[in-house]
């Protein structure tokens, strides 16, 4: 299963990078958009490796990190603080109980700082549509942004193309059927923005598609949160497109370090509308993008959010019959149950 999982994803960043490294929809657009008249410098330290990358998760103060919005390193120490807790056990238990309150503060917070974003979205985006037009690149911008867009929405659908075609191939069910009984999860999934919401819909499918029902059980939640291959393929999409855009030259070994980082980034995400902001900033981080390029994102998110979310659990649906077809009967699974 994690096999396949991880396969699944490492396909996905694959998918973005033969595209928009052969197609380059960055190249010719102006960087104005992102930069808004500011100047822009690489920087010394962008000369990234993955041994500099290796090094930069671990920070050396988690002050500093959390400061300076560095969240690769804050992400790895919250995995390894989490880990010391669970194995400390009851003496850990204050710890856990401040941490659980820190969360629950920090959500009423980002719910209230959530109800001024729409103010803050319109005049971020605003101010860039008026700067372009008063620079006269406002029809070369948008056609940057509809170049990355198409780009994007071809990988997705190149992302769930071989997942199905693959179910269709060992399971011998017609892809037109296979299509037809995942209707209800399409809608479902595009309806939603969630992958978590979509999951009992998506299971009953998965069980009419000859998924084994113990494995469908077990995976499916699982894949829900960490195999999220669209979201992994947006976030990979989207550095290269700003990276060709502010002219930066990425090796090949440099884009298979972002792409690790994308996939780390999306295996610390859940199945929740929206999380792929917070991994773009690490991605962004590492290549110096200005996070201003967000903003220019953001309108697009909410449908290319929902178009990942079909791909992510049609995805995860897809694997948990290809991997029902590769497990070995356990007796009493259940299937007679059903």
Same mark, same amino acid.
């Given at each position: 299963?994690?096999?396949?999982?991880?396969?699944?994803?490492?396909? #996905?960043? &694959?998918?973005? $990078? =033969? *595209?928009?490294?052969? /197609?380059?929809?960055?190249?010719?657009?102006?960087?104005?958009? +992102? @930069?808004?008249?500011?100047?822009?410098?690489?920087?010394?330290?962008?000369?990234?490796?993955?041994?500099?990358?290796?090094?930069?998760?671990?920070?050396?103060?988690?002050?500093?990190?959390?400061?300076?919005?560095?969240?690769?390193?804050?992400?790895?120490?919250?995995?390894?603080?989490?880990?010391?807790?669970?194995?400390?056990?009851?003496?850990?238990?204050?710890?856990?109980?401040?941490?659980?309150?820190?969360?629950?503060?920090?959500?009423?917070?980002?719910?209230?700082?959530?109800?001024?974003?729409?103010?803050?979205?319109?005049?971020?985006?605003?101010?860039?549509?008026?700067?372009?037009?008063?620079?006269?690149?406002?029809?070369?911008?948008?056609?940057?942004?509809? #170049?990355? &867009?198409?780009? $994007? =929405? *071809?990988?997705?659908? /190149?992302?769930?193309?071989?997942?199905?075609?693959?179910?269709? +191939? @060992?399971?011998?069910?017609?892809?037109?059927?296979?299509?037809?009984?995942?209707?209800?999860?399409?809608?479902?999934?595009?309806?939603?923005?969630?992958?978590?919401?979509?999951?009992?819909?998506?299971?009953?499918?998965?069980?009419?598609?000859?998924?084994?029902?113990?494995?469908?059980?077990?995976?499916?939640?699982?894949?829900?949160?960490?195999?999220?291959?669209?979201?992994?393929?947006?976030?990979?999409?989207?550095?290269?497109?700003?990276?060709?855009?502010?002219?930066?030259?990425?090796?090949?070994?440099?884009?298979?370090?972002?792409?690790?980082?994308?996939?780390?980034?999306?295996?610390?995400?859940?199945?929740?509308?929206?999380?792929?902001?917070?991994?773009?900033?690490?991605?962004?981080?590492?290549?110096?993008?200005?996070?201003?390029?967000?903003?220019?994102?953001?309108?697009?998110?909410?449908? +290319?959010?929902?178009?990942?979310?079909?791909?992510?659990?049609?995805?995860?649906?897809?694997?948990?019959?290809?991997?029902?077809?590769?497990?070995?009967?356990?007796?009493?699974?259940?299937?007679?149950?059903?």
């Amino acid at each position: 299963m994690l096999s396949y999982m991880l396969l699944s994803e490492v396909i #996905a960043v &694959t998918i973005a $990078l =033969v *595209l928009f490294n052969v /197609l380059k929809p960055g190249i010719g657009s102006n960087p104005d958009l +992102i @930069l808004n008249g500011q100047p822009y410098e690489v920087l010394e330290h962008q000369a990234f490796s993955f041994s500099t990358f290796v090094l930069s998760i671990f920070t050396d103060n988690i002050f500093h990190s959390l400061a300076n919005f560095d969240l690769l390193p804050v992400v790895m120490f919250s995995i390894l603080f989490g880990l010391g807790c669970a194995l400390t056990g009851d003496n850990a238990k204050p710890l856990v109980n401040l941490a659980i309150g820190a969360r629950e503060v920090s959500t009423k917070c980002l719910h209230g700082v959530m109800l001024f974003a729409p103010i803050g979205i319109f005049a971020l985006v605003g101010f860039g549509v008026a700067q372009s037009y008063l620079n006269g690149v406002l029809k070369q911008n948008f056609a940057a942004l509809l #170049a990355f &867009t198409g780009v $994007l =929405v *071809l990988g997705l659908i /190149l992302h769930g193309l071989w997942q199905l075609v693959a179910v269709a +191939i @060992l399971t011998k069910q017609k892809i037109s059927n296979i299509l037809y009984q995942s209707l209800s999860v399409f809608s479902t999934a595009f309806g939603t923005s969630s992958s978590v919401a979509t999951l009992p819909v998506a299971i009953e499918t998965a069980f009419r598609l000859k998924a084994k029902p113990f494995v469908a059980r077990f995976m499916m939640p699982v894949s829900a949160s960490i195999n999220v291959g669209g979201m992994m393929l947006y976030e990979m999409g989207a550095v290269l497109f700003f990276s060709q855009m502010l002219g930066l030259d990425l090796s090949i070994s440099q884009q298979i370090v972002l792409a690790v980082a994308c996939i780390l980034g999306g295996m610390a995400e859940g199945g929740i509308p929206e999380t792929s902001m917070v991994s773009l900033v690490v991605v962004f981080k590492i290549v110096n993008i200005p996070l201003s390029a967000i903003s220019i994102l953001l309108p697009l998110d909410r449908i +290319i959010d929902r178009l990942r979310t079909v791909v992510n659990i049609f995805g995860n649906m897809c694997g948990t019959i290809l991997v029902s077809q590769w497990s070995s009967d356990f007796e009493g699974n259940g299937s007679e149950a059903e």
